[in-house]
T-cell receptor, first 114, second 109 residues
Framework: DTGVSQDPRHKITKRGQNVTFRCDPI?????LYWYRQTLGQGPEFLTYFQNEAQLEKSRLLSDRFSAERPKGSFSTLEIQRTEQGDSAMYLC????????????FGPGTRLTVT | QKEVEQDPGPLSVPEGAIVSLNCTYS??????FMWYRQYSRKGPELLMYTYSSGNKEDGRFTAQVDKSSKYISLFIRDSQPSDSATYLCAMSAGGKLTFGQGTILTVHP
């Protein structure tokens, strides 16, 4: 049984570049969440999907951010025109619809914008 | 004011001590209360969850929820050096999680 996986684990990019992260949830889970965590803070919610439908987006998710979950399986999070303030750990989690509070997290993608 | 408040510590205790970690919250809609453990540069690991008020025990860990006071606690008995980590409380009304800041715990031998 594999858990949530994320790729890449680390990404260093220059300001203004676009980056894309991938998340593969636990296979039976139909909900997938994205969170962002900065140093010394707890994770902050960005967006979540139920199957392929994006059900909620945080105000933190500016127009430069877009997320997709085609076919209700893996998900991608893209950040366009990266800024230094985007430097953070991007965490993906998944859960069943029933029991959505029981979310299991991946190892995260650490983004550094120089 | 944040919806969930958690003292960031750091908290340092000797091995074998009882550790008490706490969070307060302001959103009455929260029904589910979770505790996560996060090691450095890793993703959060779900330790326990509780629905509504009450206590829940799992081995050395006990979670308590007092909805009337909007206060939750995690107790760790017989703490071990391997318990050294950041402990995050999280709450939900059924969908997204709202986290506290996290408490850094160090258990020294």
């Amino acid at each position: 049984d594999t858990g949530v996986s994320q790729d890449p684990r680390h990404k260093i990019t220059k300001r203004g570049q676009n980056v894309t992260f991938r998340c593969d949830p636990i296979s039976e889970h139909n909900r997938l969440y994205w969170y962002r965590q900065t140093l010394g803070q707890g994770p902050e919610f960005l967006t979540y999907f139920q199957n392929e439908a994006q059900l909620e987006k945080s105000r933190l998710l500016s127009d430069r951010f877009s997320a997709e979950r085609p076919k209700g399986s893996f998900s991608t999070l893209e950040i366009q025109r990266t800024e230094q303030g985007d430097s953070a750990m991007y965490l993906c989690a998944s859960s069943f619809l029933a029991g959505a509070y029981e979310q299991y997290f991946g190892p995260g993608t650490r983004l550094t914008v120089t | 004011q944040k919806e969930v408040e958690q003292d960031p510590g750091p908290l340092s205790v000797p091995e074998g001590a009882i550790v008490s970690l706490n969070c307060t919250y302001s959103n009455s809609a929260f029904q589910y209360f979770m505790w996560y453990r996060q090691y450095s540069r890793k993703g959060p690991e779900l330790l326990m969850y509780t629905y509504s008020s009450g206590n829940k025990e799992d081995g050395r860990f006990t979670a308590q929820v007092d909805k009337s006071s909007k206060y939750i606690s995690l107790f760790i008995r017989d703490s071990q050096p391997s318990d050294s980590a950041t402990y995050l409380c999280a709450m939900s009304a059924g969908g997204k999680l709202t986290f506290g800041q996290g408490t850094i715990l160090t258990v020294h031998p």
